[in-house]
């Protein structure tokens, strides 16, 4: 059987929709464009693009758009990647096609590539805020092949039986974390739902799929290191409760498995010998668990030799580790703080561990001034007021963190109650059901429900 996974473009402007086939507004901005110099500022200036808006869905934790977009995509698919693997493994024949990554922007293109692989069963990654395009391009797919919809979007049954009555040519569902879910698929092909099958121990499943031209084009402009830049699981998963985060609740069911050092180390030279990537991203929900496992880790990357960088927690590790990290080859790191405010989190569940992670951050930021060091703050939060957050922005001003400094850069995020987390069934059973439907308003790069919703 051949098998395609497939991440449709992102691109909307104000009045697309179904009814009018995703038309936009205006002119995209396309890769032969931004190779002229100085096209940025000029398309901005004469606001020649008008309302349109370019975003991720697959391999994305918080799915959000911008008015440029981005070179390349930030997010390796890695749901899309460990099925495909599996899949492949059981003697089908797999591919992968990443409209975002290639930076084609075009419905109909993106359709005659899938026409062209000649699939028997399709397989599309959903997000919240594109729900509305990735099911009207699941209707579309419908007629090239049998067609499967997948992500984390489909967390309850409520939203199953919406797809089921309202597009049923999409054959097959599968539910929150579907590296399994696309195995069961295509060994029983039955038609409906498939519940999640959660895996517990990521070493025990092949390596991600990355024979696709797509997989040197993932890049997270956070932390820029030398290109191709190979993003990575050192663990999937994360032990923590916060409210608000998706992944854990909808797609990993709480579950984590921490992958043995070996075995990552294992996976980097065989990606390195087949793509020739130059650095290492981990693009884990928490990195640093496991303080022996990861000094471990750090030991195995030395020998390696390449620079890399990862995604964690500052109030989960000793200082000396962080100090063995950057000795083994780390030249960034990423941290979701949300905001100072203890209240706030703890409302959200966050789980700080260490009240002085402020001051864990302070110490890397001035012992190590030649690391990358980004910070994921959040505003709209439950309880958060608009005096908290200008608080947040004042505190890491203060310590020189900006959005102008790659070597102390900050993003801020809009909350947002993605369906399956415990935030959106507090707020649903508060009343705000017919706001949390509004599900365009789930984009993270723009104000989105919650702002309404808190008043």
């Given at each position: 059987?051949?098998?395609?996974?497939?991440?449709?473009?992102?691109?909307?402007?104000?009045?697309?929709?179904?009814?009018?086939?995703?038309?936009?507004?205006?002119?995209?901005?396309?890769?032969?464009?931004?190779?002229?110099?100085?096209?940025?500022?000029?398309?901005?200036?004469?606001?020649?693009?008008?309302?349109?808006?370019?975003?991720?869905?697959?391999?994305?934790?918080?799915?959000?758009?911008?008015?440029?977009?981005?070179?390349?995509?930030?997010?390796?698919?890695?749901?899309?990647?460990?099925?495909?693997?599996?899949?492949?493994?059981?003697?089908?024949?797999?591919?992968?096609?990443?409209?975002?990554?290639?930076?084609?922007?075009?419905?109909?293109?993106?359709?005659?590539?899938?026409?062209?692989?000649?699939?028997?069963?399709?397989?599309?990654?959903?997000?919240?805020?594109?729900?509305?395009?990735?099911?009207?391009?699941?209707?579309?797919?419908?007629?090239?092949?049998?067609?499967?919809?997948?992500g984390p979007h489909l967390s309850s049954d409520e939203i199953i039986a919406d797809v089921?009555?309202?597009?049923?040519?999409?054959?097959?569902?599968?539910?929150?974390?579907?590296?399994?879910?696309?195995?069961?698929?295509?060994?029983?092909?039955?038609?409906?739902?498939?519940?999640?099958?959660?895996?517990?121990?990521?070493?025990?499943?092949?390596?991600?799929?990355?024979?696709?031209?797509?997989?040197?084009?993932?890049?997270?402009?956070?932390?820029?290191?030398?290109?191709?830049?190979?993003?990575?699981?050192?663990?999937?998963?994360?032990?923590?409760?916060?409210?608000?985060?998706?992944?854990?609740?909808?797609?990993?069911?709480?579950?984590?498995?921490?992958?043995?050092?070996?075995?990552?180390?294992?996976?980097?030279?065989?990606?390195?010998?087949?793509?020739?990537?130059?650095?290492?991203?981990?693009?884990?929900?928490?990195?640093?668990?496991?303080?022996?496992?990861?000094?471990?880790?750090?030991?195995?990357?030395?020998?390696?030799?390449?620079?890399?960088?990862?995604?964690?927690?500052?109030?989960?590790?000793?200082?000396?580790?962080?100090?063995?990290?950057?000795?083994?080859?780390?030249?960034?790191?990423?941290?979701?703080?949300?905001?100072?405010?203890?209240?706030?989190?703890?409302?959200?569940?966050?789980?700080?561990?260490?009240?002085?992670?402020?001051?864990?951050?302070?110490?890397?930021?001035?012992?190590?001034?030649?690391?990358?060091?980004?910070?994921?703050?959040?505003?709209?939060?439950?309880?958060?007021?608009?005096?908290?957050?200008?608080?947040?922005?004042?505190?890491?001003?203060?310590?020189?963190?900006?959005?102008?400094?790659?070597?102390?850069?900050?993003?801020?995020?809009?909350?947002?109650?993605?369906?399956?987390?415990?935030?959106?069934?507090?707020?649903?059973?508060?009343?705000?059901?017919?706001?949390?439907?509004?599900?365009?308003?789930?984009?993270?790069?723009?104000?989105?429900?919650?702002?309404?919703?808190?008043?």
């Open positions: 059987m051949r098998v395609l996974f497939v991440n449709p473009p992102v691109v909307r402007s104000d009045r697309s929709s179904a009814d009018n086939e995703f038309k936009l507004d205006g002119i995209a901005y396309s890769p032969w464009i931004r190779a002229i110099p100085g096209s940025g500022r000029i398309w901005r200036m004469f606001k020649l693009g008008k309302s349109i808006r370019y975003g991720v869905r697959a391999g994305s934790r918080w799915p959000w758009t911008m008015e440029m977009p981005t070179v390349g995509s930030p997010h390796y698919p890695f749901f899309m990647g460990y099925a495909a693997a599996l899949v492949a493994a059981n003697g089908h024949t797999v591919n992968i096609i990443d409209s975002v990554a290639d930076e084609k922007y075009s419905y109909n293109k993106f359709l005659k590539r899938v026409r062209a692989w000649n699939p028997d069963l399709i397989i599309l990654e959903c997000s919240t805020p594109t729900i509305d395009i990735d099911l009207w391009i699941a209707d579309k797919l419908a007629g090239i092949a049998d067609v499967a919809v997948a089921q009555k309202n597009h049923p040519a999409v054959k097959y569902l599968l539910k929150g974390e579907y590296i399994y879910g696309a195995l069961d698929l295509v060994q029983r092909l039955e038609p409906g739902v498939y519940e999640t099958r959660v895996v517990t121990d990521v070493d025990s499943i092949p390596f991600p799929f990355r024979n696709y031209p797509a997989a040197i084009k993932y890049f997270d402009p956070t932390m820029p290191t030398p290109k191709p830049q190979l993003q990575i699981y050192g663990s999937k998963g994360c032990p923590f409760k916060c409210t608000f985060c998706v992944w854990p609740q909808a797609m990993f069911q709480k579950k984590v498995s921490l992958r043995d050092p070996e075995r990552i180390a294992a996976e980097i030279k065989e990606a390195v010998a087949l793509n020739g990537y130059r650095s290492i991203f981990f693009d884990d929900d928490t990195f640093n668990m496991g303080t022996e496992r990861i000094s471990r880790l750090c030991d195995l990357l030395k020998e390696i030799g390449l620079p890399w960088t990862m995604m964690g927690r500052l109030d989960i590790s000793p200082d000396w580790l962080y100090d063995k990290m950057v000795d083994s080859g780390c030249v960034g790191m990423r941290f979701g703080i949300e905001t100072f405010d203890l209240d706030v989190l703890a409302r959200v569940k966050k789980g700080i561990e260490r009240k002085d992670f402020r001051g864990t951050l302070e110490r890397l930021s001035n012992k190590y001034p030649d690391i990358f060091i980004h910070i994921t703050m959040m505003k709209d939060m439950p309880g958060q007021t608009e005096d908290a957050h200008q608080l947040d922005l004042q505190i890491i001003h203060s310590m020189g963190f900006s959005t102008n400094d790659m070597r102390r850069s900050y993003q801020l995020s809009h909350c947002a109650p993605f369906p399956g987390t415990e935030l959106f069934d507090q707020l649903q059973a508060a009343g705000e059901g017919v706001l949390l439907k509004d599900y365009r308003r789930y984009d993270g790069g723009q104000d989105t429900v919650m702002k309404t919703i808190n008043g």
